[in-house]
Every structure is written in structure tokens, then in C-alpha cells.
């Protein structure tokens, strides 16, 4: 079974930072895209920031210069600093991946996590 297990998050003070952490784990020959979505009661699900296997990475624009994504390809997880956060980063975070499967061969294009809960409060 292939799966993303997020770590981190919880309560924060504005102005804040918190680290999340997302691992996949399972039966996995590569992982194309790995990144971070978040969802906040009442709104759509956004793009916070994906990296690619390259390294390169993609940042939604609420969250450019404030947000860092890096990967550990060796170790097939991701995090993602937030620093600078304020009130409207509350959200749940959800991990997600592109990969592919060892034994199949077969193409997940969206593997998610269960979520974490980041809250912004003073």
C-alpha cells in the first residue's frame, strides 16, 4: 500500500512559523511531483506549493516569499516552512503526489494525505 502521512501544524500566534512534513511510504519506484494544497472552511482548495523531482518548485501566490518547499528524493518525503503567517493561512494542509508504483509500474496521478490543521490565532 502506498500512502502520504503529513506531520506538524497545529496552533499558531500571527506572525508565526510552523514546519509540515508529508512522507510517502509503500511499494514506490518514483515520485514525479510532490506538494502541498490547503483547504480553509467555506473556500476552495489551493495550491500552496509543489516541487518537482528536479527540485524546482511552484508557489501559490498567497503564499510566495513567505512559504518554502523542499524535498529529500532519497527519502521520498517533502516539508514546507511557513514563516510570516497570519490569520488567513488557516486551512487544513493536505500532501499530495504523482508517482509511480514498483510492483505495477502504474501512474498515481493524485495521492493525498489525510491532512493537518494549521491555526493561526493570537
Known amino acids: 500500500q502506498v500512502q502520504l502521512v503529513e506531520s506538524g501544524g497545529g496552533l499558531v500566534q500571527p506572525g508565526g512559523s510552523v514546519r509540515l512534513s508529508c512522507a510517502a511510504s509503500g511499494s514506490i519506484r518514483s515520485i514525479n511531483v510532490m506538494g502541498w494544497y490547503r483547504q480553509a472552511p467555506g473556500k476552495q482548495r489551493e495550491l500552496v506549493a509543489n516541487?518537482?523531482?528536479?527540485?524546482?518548485?511552484n508557489y501559490g501566490d498567497v503564499v510566495k516569499g513567505r512559504f518554502t518547499i523542499s524535498r529529500d528524493n532519497a527519502k521520498n518525503t517533502i516539508d514546507l516552512q511557513m514563516n510570516s503567517l497570519d490569520l488567513e493561512d488557516t486551512a487544513v494542509y493536505s500532501c499530495?503526489?504523482?508517482?509511480?508504483?514498483?510492483?505495477?509500474?502504474?501512474?498515481?496521478?493524485?495521492?493525498w494525505g489525510q491532512g493537518t490543521q494549521v491555526t493561526v490565532s493570537p
Open positions: 516541487i518537482n523531482r528536479d527540485g524546482s518548485a
Open positions: 499530495t503526489a504523482k508517482l509511480v508504483r514498483l510492483t505495477t509500474g502504474a501512474m498515481i496521478a493524485n495521492l
